[in-house]
T-cell receptor, first 115, second 116 residues
Framework: GAVVSQHPSWVICKSGTSVKIECRSL??????MFWYRQFPKQSLMLMAT?????????EQGVEKDKFLINHASLTLSTLTVTSAHPEDSSFYIC???????????FGPGTRLTVT | AQTVTQSQPEMSVQEAETVTLSCTYD???????LFWYKQPPSRQMILVIR??????QNATENRFSVNFQKAAKSFSLKISDSQLGDAAMYFC?????????????FGSGTQLTVLP
């Protein structure tokens, strides 16, 4: 149990376009979801925390107008990278927290390449 | 703010041998959780082991065990009988147990190579 999926797993987009990444908890309800960014050979950096039905809380230095997060239901959160640029190319990972066993489960990640 | 430090960017171990990965953290809180996560080349984060700070007993999961020294704020991971499949990036992480905060703070990671 406790599976988190992300879609797409890899996306290539042109500079200036927007791309949406979905994060779903498949077999549990997640009141809180987290979005991380990871550069090659580096650690995970928390971008934002989203709670179902409320606005996301962004970490310092993360542009909220560029990285739009929506947590519309207890099983789905989306991250939209608006007007993407090559420097936004990275690996994006979501995780979902369940109060059931006070645990956080990670999605498989999405590789974003902006050309 | 809490910080997590992993001072070993890379480690290697011979297959079947034992290796210990180091982690230190800084916090003013008394109640918290500590984790070790494994990230193989697939980049899927996998929970290896979890320790609650209020528990004095060190957590163990099969070949994986921790040495939790609360006063020293140290949380090392020991992998026994290392296997080729253990090769991965290992991250130490901290999470507060206070209030509704559920964010994980990660260390910089240790890349473990297992030599056949």
């Amino acid at each position: 149990g406790a599976v988190v999926s992300q879609h797409p797993s890899w996306v290539i987009c042109k500079s200036g376009t927007s791309v949406k990444i979905e994060c779903r908890s498949l077999d549990f309800q997640a009141t809180t979801m987290f979005w991380y960014r990871q550069f090659p050979k580096q650690s995970l950096m928390l971008m934002a925390t989203s709670n179902e039905g409320s606005k996301a809380t962004y970490e310092q230095g993360v542009e909220k107008d560029k990285f739009l997060i929506n947590h519309a239901s207890l099983t789905l959160s989306t991250l939209t990278v608006t007007s993407a640029h090559p420097e936004d190319s990275s690996f994006y990972i979501c995780s979902a927290w369940t109060s059931g066993n006070n645990e956080q489960y990670f999605g498989p990640g999405t590789r974003l390449t902006v050309t | 703010a809490q910080t997590v430090t992993q001072s070993q960017p890379e480690m290697s171990v011979q297959e079947a041998e034992t290796v210990t990965l180091s982690c230190t953290y800084d916090t003013s809180e008394s109640d918290y959780y500590l984790f070790w996560y494994k990230q193989p080349p697939s980049r899927q984060m996998i929970l290896v082991i979890r320790q609650e700070a209020y528990k004095q007993q060190n957590a163990t999961e099969n070949r994986f065990s921790v040495n939790f020294q609360k006063a020293a704020k140290s949380f090392s991971l020991k992998i026994s009988d290392s296997q080729l499949g253990d090769a991965a990036m290992y991250f130490c992480a901290y999470r507060s147990a206070v209030g509704s905060a559920r964010q994980l703070t990660f260390g910089s990671g240790t890349q473990l190579t297992v030599l056949p």
